[in-house]
């Protein structure tokens, strides 16, 4: 038996409806959902498949060989994919197929028309990958024209720091031939003093590297041109690099237009990663919602174990896709809530990897840490600020621990450099086995230009740094430390401050009653199918559409019925904001909530005005989709009251 969530849109060429009983019968007999549409020749044909939305074209004998031959072209000249099903007799198959050889997917007897609803379903299946697949091919195509044609000089290059890619505008700015960067030959920081090791080290420390290098062919003016480095995650065992380079504005000059420009570059680039961002989670979504679903069944210990692995490794690349869009706007108001142990994981991997051999790491992180709030870029150079300083404190070689604890302080000693309040604190440490710090030493360490390094060898910024960190966290650091025993350092970040809980809530069941029936809009299927599975386990009744326009449509049919419409906003055709502004001239206290990867905060203040108070941010868990769903479903709807004038006539 087939079942399948959204129904199968196929027009039937034939001469009468009467055709198409028997077809209908036979899908309904299978449990597959199908709307059947006749046409009667190749015109009509033709106008339906202008609306588009069409899933496969059934043949019948029933028609004339000029009209099959004019539907067969109709479809060619629009969709050569298109799953085209010829349903003859088999005395007549033989004699059709000799009109429509060219263009069919595949022939089902009358005599065995159990075979119509899983060919379908294969037919279907096949011509949705062979869409994707040139969606995808699309994409790649617009990204590599976008990127050669965006008005900012960048740049890929390989673990030898020499350039594999650049688009026009590298090359223009550097006034290299297009030859040479194709051949391979032409390194980074060609004609500077810069040492590719050096930078190379920077990006295995940190992922980044930002400075200024001279002009190509500059050696008299001093003018300057700004680099940043990212390494780009490793797809393959040798990493790669991503460069961006700013055009000089002179040595001594504060600001000039191609400062601005260089901001609107930013911008550009900006949007790119955006972009970016919002496919990969919506990638990510279907895999966490599907790992929690898995999770609450009866498994295995090894079977959790894995569940559990798809969970965290689909956190893990929420997380890398926020550090992206980090990087891409800047640091401003960068905090989310972080759940700490992910962040010491990836730190603890790349001390391990970059630190000697003569070092050794340790991590003892438990899985019950508690959410903190802060940058992870901010907090990610903070604790590397400490492994290095750990690492130069054993020349010799050592160990070092990485550990992490929940601590509730009721009291702190007073101290000019920390701010921080009595509270919950996720207590992070890192013991050396090094030579230790004097007292003396060890009282002021926090401040700036205090090092137990020799002369020439560190500036005495590293924990300073760390202690600004802690400051706009509202956290604090203590050091403990004896000469020739070892140097633990402390950090302590405040407790995220818990969401507010949803009433009626109760081991896991969210109240579904008197909710009326919830409608998902968004255009990935994975994500309605899971999300729809989702919330009627809950005890929602639940209705999807893949499009606005079909949202609009399934709300004018269930208009009473539906008390909450949750829908995406970056969908093709009508967007997510078009979408609840015709809804909510509709119906003004229809209830709202929208699931996006594309948190931005004009984004978010748009959707304030409109009344949307719930922002689901793609990936997300099944708990936190029935927690929304919830909250959602019991708040109050207000929106500004000029958004939507005629609001109330049409709701009438």
């Known amino acids: 038996m087939l079942s399948v969530s959204i129904p199968w849109k196929i027009l039937v060429l034939a001469d009468r409806e009467a055709e198409l009983k028997s077809l209908r019968q036979e899908l309904e007999r299978a449990r597959a959902a199908a709307e059947l549409t006749l046409v009667r020749n ?57 009109v429509v050889k060219r263009g069919v997917s595949g022939v089902i007897l009358a005599e065995v028309l159990a075979l119509l609803a899983p060919t379908l379903a294969r037919e279907i299946q096949r011509h949705q990958e062979v869409c994707a697949q040139r969606q995808r091919h699309a ?19 390989d673990a030898e720091g020499v350039i594999l890619w650049a688009n026009d ?100 680039f900006a949007a790119i990663a955006g972009g970016i961002a919002h496919d990969l989670n919506n990638i990510l979504a279907p895999i966490t919602m599907a790992a929690n679903i898995l999770g609450e069944q009866e498994l295995s210990g090894e079977n959790l174990d894995l569940v559990r692995t798809v969970e965290h490794s689909a956190e893990r690349g929420a997380a890398v896709i926020r550090q992206v869009l980090t990087f891409a706007n800047g640091s ?44 992870p870029g901010e907090i990610h150079q903070a604790l590397i600020n400490i492994l290095l300083n750990a690492r130069d404190a054993m020349p010799e070689g050592g160990h070092i621990a990485i550990t992490a604890h929940n601590r509730t302080v009721p009291s702190l000693p007073r101290s000019p450099l920390f701010n921080a309040q009595p ?19 060890a009282t002021r360490i926090w401040e700036p230009f205090v090092t137990t390094k020799g002369a020439g060898v560190g500036a005495g910024l590293g924990l300073c740094r760390v202690a600004g960190v802690l400051r706009s966290h509202g956290g604090f650091g203590v050091l403990h430390a004896r000469a020739g025993f070892g140097t633990k350092v402390s950090v302590f970040f405040p407790r995220a401050t818990a969401a507010t809980t949803v009433q009626g809530i109760e081991e896991g069941v969210l109240p579904a009653q008197n909710a009326g029936r919830i409608l998902l809009v968004d255009d990935e299927e994975s994500i309605l199918t899971l999300g729809r599975k989702i919330l009627e386990r809950a005890g929602y009744e639940v209705l999807v559409a893949s499009e606005g326009r079909e949202a609009l449509g399934l709300f004018a049919r269930h208009r009473s019925e539906i008390n909450l419409v ?20 509709s119906k003004p206290d229809l209830r709202v909530m929208v699931a996006t990867g594309q948190g931005t905060d004009a984004n978010l203040r748009e959707l304030e005005r409109m009344g949307v108070r719930e922002v689901l941010l793609k990936p997300f868990t099944s708990r936190r989709l029935l927690e929304a769903v919830a909250q959602a479903l019991s708040e109050p709807v207000t929106c500004e009251p000029d958004l939507f004038l005629d609001a109330a006539v049409n709701g009438a």
Request: aromatic share 4%; charged share 20%; hydrophobic share 45%.
């Open 566 to 585: 949750m829908t995406d906003l970056a969908m093709p055709g009508m967007n997510g904001f078009t979408l609840v502004w015709a809804l909510r001239r």
């Open 169 to 268: 505008e590298y090359v223009a700015l550097m006034g290299l031939g297009a030859a040479r960067i194709e051949g391979g030959t032409v390194p980074l920081f060609e004609g500077t003093t810069v040492q590719w090791s050096e930078v190379q080290r920077a990006l295995e420390a940190t992922g980044n590297w930002r400075g200024s290098v001279p002009a190509p062919g500059d050696t008299h003016s001093g003018e300057l041109q700004q680099m940043v480095i990212s390494r780009i995650p490793p797809a393959g065992a040798s990493p790669r690099y991503v460069v961006l380079r700013q055009p000089g504005t002179g040595a001594t000059t504060a600001q000039s237009p191609e400062e601005q420009a260089a901001a609107q570059r930013s911008e550009l």
């Open 42 to 98: 190749g015109k009509d044909l033709a106008v339906a498949l202008e609306g588009g939305g069409c899933d496969a074209v059934l043949l019948t004998a029933r028609v004339s060989r000029l009209h099959l031959a004019q539907a067969l072209a109709e479809i060619q000249s629009r969709d050569a994919a298109m799953p085209v099903l010829l349903v003859a007799r088999a005395a007549e198959a033989g004699a059709l197929l000799a």
């Open 332 to 375: 401003d108001n960068c905090a989310m809530d972080l759940q700490p142990r992910y962040l010491l994981r990836e730190v603890a991997r790349l001390a391990a990897g970059i630190f000697p051999p003569t070092i050794g790491v340790r991590a003892e992180i438990p899985s019950a840490l508690w959410t903190i709030n802060g940058d």
């Open 423 to 441: 509270g919950d604190f996720v207590e992070i440490s890192v013991e050396d086995t090094g030579e230790g710090i004097e007292p003396e030493v």
């Open 139 to 157: 994409r790649l195509q617009l990204l590599e024209t976008a990127m050669g044609a965006v008005p900012a000089a960048l740049a890929v290059a």
